[in-house]
């Protein structure tokens, strides 16, 4: 297309620029605003659109007087034929956010955010597929059972750099680790050391360590022998022990998880050497529980018990997604149970619902194992410590260390 040098004139180069912007919006244009016009640039533009005045600094062009005033030239050929080509920006909006759409539809369904729903609060869109798909291997590699930093990022990633200080993939980690943990993500390095040994990373082989009770491993090995010894009384495990052990065989087809050491004492003091095989996770399960749990045949079932709040839910996935376990007494009718079983209320306590007064359950993300417990924590507004329901606990361990003693009653 030839366009005349007229309408190439540097004082009309304002119009042009004008209309470019405003074509490029990918909207329907049927006028265009021109600021700024110098006196020359006033001339130009009278000239262009035959008026019989100057137009002022500033004047709103209607685009059809403008396709008249060009002699059947196409407005949106001269504008790119003078100005350079068009953009559609409403085109573009639309293509990022499919594409958002589509990240974010990818890292919902990714099995490890299945696994671990409190991860859904990473900002994957700003992240984008690449480096998010880098995180998540990171993050179902860990807990790293003690290996150094280098050598988890060299297994994932292939780079023994990768996860350096400073980099977006250690940054997006970290951050990942935070949301899971539900502390503030960490600043400074001596808080980054800490979170890193937290997730199993260059931990101390011999603090880091799992309460145990009711083990009595077959085999030869050096911690299956202690254990025999200690004829299954509360023991605690070293994740160094935990290296030197091939796997622990035990005879029983259950091995029961709770979440807080209470638990497990009340059941050793209710069954002494009785007990059956238990693991208490403290918490936040750290490299040793990990690699405990797993250490266990395939044949042997994990049951996992804990805190009915928002930290002990995530604490569930968490240990759940790294060892196969199951849920045990973690639905949402346990919940509601629970909560129907709690101490009345005092006449003093100002509470209409008739329960007594607890703590709520904070931050609450959904439970992968029962879409309904989550609301229901969030509906009731209230906390239920694993504690509080010890009994239920202690009557299923009764029926799995002899179904028919009948020595204690099972819940209902």
Not at 112 to 123: F, I, R, T, Y
Not at 223 to 240: H, K, M, N, Q, Y
Not at 311 to 322: C, D, F, P, S, V
Not at 334 to 357: C, H, M, T, V
Request: net charge neutral.
């Amino acid at each position: 297309m030839t366009v005349p040098d007229r309408l190439r004139a540097r004082e009309l180069r304002p119009v042009w620029l004008a209309l470019h912007e405003r074509l490029s919006s990918g909207r329907p244009v049927s006028r265009v605003r021109v600021t700024g016009l110098a006196d020359g640039q006033q001339a130009a533009v009278a000239d262009l659109l035959g008026l019989d005045r100057y137009p002022g600094a500033s004047i709103t062009i209607e685009v059809s007087r403008l396709a008249a005033a060009l002699g059947g030239l196409d407005v949106r050929a001269v504008t790119e034929e003078i100005a350079g080509p068009l953009g559609d920006r409403r085109r573009r909006r639309e293509e990022r956010e499919r594409e958002r759409t589509a990240l974010a539809a990818w890292f919902a369904a990714h099995p490890v955010v299945v696994a671990e729903p409190a991860l859904l609060a990473l900002p994957a869109a700003r992240a984008g597929r690449d480096l998010m798909e880098r995180a998540l291997a990171v993050l179902a590699a860990l807990p790293a059972a003690g290996r150094p930093l280098a050598a988890v990022a060299a297994d994932v990633t292939g780079d023994p750099h990768a996860l350096d200080d400073g980099t977006r993939l250690s940054s997006l980690v970290l951050k990942a680790l935070s949301t899971l943990y539900d502390v503030p993500a960490p600043e400074g390095a001596q808080a980054r050391r800490a979170l890193w040994e937290r997730a199993g990373v260059a931990c101390d082989a011999l603090s880091t360590t799992a309460l145990v009770a009711g083990l009595r491993p077959d085999g030869d090995e050096p911690l299956a022998r202690a254990l025999r010894v200690w004829d299954g009384r509360a023991s605690v495990i070293t994740l160094a022990q935990l290296h030197d052990t091939q796997g622990l065989r035990v005879r029983e087809r259950v091995v029961w998880v709770v979440e807080n050491p209470t638990v497990l004492a009340l059941a050793e003091q209710r069954f002494g050497g009785d007990c059956p095989p238990m693991v208490c996770t403290s918490g936040w399960p750290n490299s040793a529980v990990i690699r405990l749990l797993r250490a266990f045949p395939r044949d042997v079932g994990l049951r996992y018990h804990g805190d009915f709040d928002g930290e002990g839910l995530r604490i569930a996935a968490y240990t759940m997604a790294k060892t196969g376990a199951e849920p045990w007494r973690m639905s949402a009718d346990d919940y509601l149970r629970a909560l129907a079983g709690r101490p009345p209320s005092g006449p003093s306590s100002g509470s209409s619902s008739g329960l007594s007064p607890g703590p709520t359950p904070g931050r609450v993300t959904d439970a992968p194992w029962d879409p309904g417990l989550a609301p229901a924590l969030r509906s009731h507004g209230l906390a239920v410590p694993e504690e509080l329901v010890a009994e239920c606990l202690l009557a299923d361990l009764a029926a799995a260390v002899s179904p028919r003693s009948g020595r204690s009653r099972r819940c209902r």
